[in-house]
């Protein structure tokens, strides 16, 4: 078992504790950050920085406490400096990297927009992942469920959706099975916790009920 209570699963990957909570997880469920040469904290959301890796959970009161309470210097076991809004410079990150990878799985074939299109992959079973726009109508998205074992994500915006799909704006979408969706799904869980109550407040309202399995 973990720290938090959680059993232990290998297959997930490397295990890591959070510097803010002492939460154990898989290495790629937590946000990675090193020292850079000038004593500054640097998000390394690739996992590819050179440097010893200091880990926090995607949640936004983890890593506003890791600053106040000093965590980063006690963790890195040397004074450091740690930029100013660096949520808010994850949260756009994670967003970009969300955007890009919904664009990469279109690209590819895995990703639809539009109700009816993906109203079309949602009743041939094509569908693994419903995405709605969290500022899109309340009614209009409760006319779509999540697929049956599949999940859904809320809480990007019409823009974002819409910069993955080269369009202006997107309401409605969808991926198919793949290894890109896998990656969406992992990298919008973590953008979720870092997104404030009323970014996502509302999201769940309109999901139907028993339906409303949300990227973890």
């Known amino acids: 078992m973990t720290?938090?209570?959680?059993?232990r699963d290998r297959t997930q990957g490397p295990m890591r504790t959070?510097?803010?909570?002492?939460?154990?997880?898989?290495?790629?469920?937590?946000i990675r950050f090193v020292v850079g040469?000038?004593?500054?904290?640097?998000p390394d959301l690739l996992g590819r920085l050179p440097g010893r890796g200091i880990y926090v959970v995607p949640e936004r009161a983890a890593l506003e406490r890791a600053e106040a309470k000093r965590l980063f210097s006690r963790a890195a076991r040397q004074p450091v400096t740690v930029p100013q809004g660096l949520a808010e410079e994850i949260e756009a990150q994670l967003a970009r990297?969300?955007?890009?990878?919904?664009?990469?799985?279109r690209k590819a074939?895995?990703?639809?927009?539009?109700?009816?299109?993906?109203?079309?992959?949602?009743?041939?079973?094509?569908?693994?992942v419903l995405l709605q726009a969290r500022d899109g109508s309340e009614r209009g998205k409760s006319k779509l469920s999540t697929p049956e074992g599949g999940r859904w994500?809320?809480?990007?915006?019409?823009?974002?959706?819409?910069?993955?799909?080269?369009?202006?704006?997107?309401?409605?979408?969808?991926?198919?099975?793949?290894?890109l969706t896998s990656r969406v799904v992992e990298e919008a869980a973590k953008l979720k916790?870092?997104?404030t109550d009323e970014q996502t407040r509302g999201s769940n309202a309109a999901r139907p009920a028993g339906k409303d399995k949300t990227a973890r």
């Open 3 to 7: 720290r938090g209570g959680r059993a």
């Open 18 to 30: 959070c510097i803010a909570t002492g939460v154990e997880r898989p290495r790629a469920e937590l």
């Open 37 to 42: 040469p000038d004593d500054h904290v640097v």
């Open 97 to 105: 990297r969300v955007v890009e990878l919904i664009s990469l799985a």
């Open 109 to 128: 074939g895995l990703a639809v927009a539009g109700y009816e299109r993906v109203k079309d992959w949602l009743g041939k079973g094509e569908a693994k």
């Open 153 to 179: 994500i809320g809480w990007l915006t019409a823009d974002e959706l819409g910069l993955a799909f080269g369009r202006q704006t997107v309401i409605h979408a969808a991926l198919g099975a793949g290894g």
């Open 193 to 195: 916790g870092l997104r």
